[in-house]
């Protein structure tokens, strides 16, 4: 059942103007919400949805939980094969023969700790503070406010009665964020190809109307690992650096945030360069691909005659580090200290080969964006590393960003030349990836449709801010949608999330209610036939 009942009065306008056969003026349907109500409702679903672990490839709890709140609010409801959730919301009486919209969000996030808990089984602790104006974890786990605002989103905009709007559909996949098996991957499309508007609320920027978003490669070498018990004579040390702020691989990636793996390395081959003979005892670092690595660990062993010129370049490196990170990256911690000898290490060449393919690998921005101001064209992330001394082998991976096809077609060849001074092969992960033809660069914006407009002047009315259109430097499923129907218009909004995918995350509030607004003007402005403004 519904919850509020505010607006009559511009219920029974719109009622009388469909009656006349009239289209509305943005006018006759601006909206006053309550957005105190509003607030609560969604804070409360989101901490029901907090208490669900759903990291990537942990989502089936969380699909029973929507697909169940979907019926119990008495919606036809759907749940495929891998569990993307469906929820059908019929219009308003009178509207039955409104072009119908899809919202559409993804029940998974990126989990990260800092504190060692478990995030296949502990919830979200969320903090609600007004005064302010963040909602946010308890600074120890991401958040997962990507995209649990747009689920909640969704689900205020199918309860509440405060405006009017014609037939509207909520599709939920899991897995957006990475993980197997693909939500979108696996879905019908005909879940979508009867529609005429999607809103994908996935967007991380408030006042921005994304119509463009990257496509998605990474670049794999499997690196075989040879191993022997290290000597006696030998000692060993642990580098550590955590607390980086991390964060998304997309968004985040312009922000010149460290990368903790690429930095550990540096002390390796500093070290290797300056004639110390570093054997790999462990090298591991990162939460997942499309997150920026906030942490990175090695333990190596080396000769103690090595050691006083070992600690100095180490003293050196924390110190410049700090120089260039201080600002970005307070209350990091960027450590050496004694450890015990293990009992396995890489020989000599094996370390050699994972410190130089490690220090090889681009990562960060690569081309800036000739169509939209101040947008990263290319980028990569070299966000995971398990370097573990006794294994057959490890796997290198690279994630790129990528809304062009040149600066991919260079890549390719980059990571080819790469491997092959290695003597590695790289797997780009799909059937001839090489070919210019099969080069997948996202989601591309298509002219005449009228949508992002549409929403521009549902937002500025409803806000009072103003709203650019423009894409982002992200992975969004509205590549795959826009690839299944040339009629369906396709626009991503979401609120303002700083530092998504890291313990820093949090929500600025007044977006997240300004947001939902603007996305129920739009709704307002399809059913009522509202147009373009000239």
């Given at each position: ?35 105190d ?9 989101f ?29 036809p ?9 469906r ?38 602790v969320?903090?609600v ?6 909602i ?20 205020y ?15 939920i ?19 979508v ?7 994908n ?5 408030y ?39 991390g ?14 793996i690429?930095?550990?390395d ?11 003979d570093?054997q ?32 100095a ?12 990170y201080d ?92 491997g ?47 709203c ?5 430097h992200?992975?969004?499923?509205c590549a ?12 991503s ?12 995350e949090?929500?600025e ?26």
């Amino acid at each position: 059942m519904k919850r509020f009942l505010k607006s009559a009065s511009s219920l029974l306008l719109c009622l009388a103007l469909l009656a006349m056969g009239c289209c509305a003026t943005a006018e006759d349907v601006k909206l006053d919400l309550d957005e105190d109500a509003m607030l609560d409702y969604m804070v409360e679903e989101f901490e029901k949805i907090a208490q669900i672990p759903r990291g990537s490839g942990n989502t089936d709890a969380i699909s029973d939980y929507l697909y169940g709140w979907g019926e119990e609010h008495g919606f036809p409801s759907m749940q495929d094969e891998v569990g993307n959730v469906r929820w059908d919301v019929a219009a308003t009486p009178g509207y039955e023969d409104v072009p119908l919209t899809v919202l559409q969000a993804h029940m998974d996030m990126v989990v990260v700790s800092d504190d060692g808990r478990d995030m296949t089984q502990s919830p979200i602790v969320v903090v609600v503070d007004k005064e302010a104006n963040t909602i946010s974890s308890d600074g120890h786990t991401s958040l997962g406010s990507d995209d649990g605002m747009g689920i909640v989103t969704a689900m205020y905009l199918v309860t509440t009665d405060e405006y009017v709007h014609g037939p509207l559909r909520v599709i939920i996949t899991i897995n957006e964020e990475g993980g197997s098996p693909s939500g979108v991957g696996n879905m019908d499309p005909a879940w979508v190809t009867d529609a005429k508007y999607l809103v994908n609320i996935d967007s991380e920027d408030y006042a921005t109307c994304t119509v463009a978003a990257c496509g998605f490669m990474s670049y794999r070498y499997d690196v075989p690992l040879t191993s022997e018990a290290p000597s006696e004579d030998k000692i060993a040390y642990t580098i550590d650096l955590n607390g980086a702020k991390g964060g998304h691989s997309g968004v985040d990636i312009d922000k010149n945030r460290a990368n903790a793996i690429k930095a550990v390395d540096y002390c390796l081959a500093w070290a290797k360069y300056n004639g110390i003979d570093v054997q790999i005892a462990s090298f591991t670092g990162g939460t997942g691909m499309t997150a920026i690595p906030a942490l990175a660990s090695a333990t190596v062993v080396f000769s103690p005659e090595y050691e006083d010129a070992f600690k100095a370049e180490m003293d050196q490196t924390i110190a410049l580090f700090a120089q260039q990170y201080d600002r970005t990256e307070a209350g990091y911690s960027f450590t050496y200290a004694p450890a015990e000898l293990p009992e396995t290490v890489l020989t000599a060449d094996c370390s050699a080969t994972v410190i130089d393919l490690v220090a090889a690998l681009e990562d960060g921005v690569n081309t800036i964006s000739q169509r939209y101001a101040g947008i990263t064209e290319t980028s990569f992330n070299l966000g995971t590393l398990d370097v573990v001394a006794g294994e057959e082998s490890t796997a290198v991976s690279v994630a790129m960003r990528c809304s062009t096809r040149w600066p991919v077609m260079l890549s390719n060849m980059q990571f080819v030349a790469i491997g092959n001074a290695f003597g590695l092969e790289v797997n780009a992960g799909s059937e001839d990836p090489f070919n210019p033809d099969n080069i997948n660069v996202g989601w591309e914006e298509r002219e005449g449709d009228t949508i992002a407009l549409l929403y521009k002047q549902a937002f500025d009315s409803y806000t009072g801010d103003e709203c650019v259109i423009t894409a982002v430097h992200g992975g969004l499923e509205c590549a795959d949608f826009a690839s299944w129907s040339d009629e369906l218009e396709i626009i991503s909004v979401g609120p303002t999330i700083e530092n998504p995918h890291s313990v820093s995350e949090y929500v600025e509030i007044d977006t997240v209610t300004k947001t939902c607004g603007a996305v129920a003007t739009l709704i307002g402005y399809i059913a009522n036939g509202v147009t373009v403004a000239e």
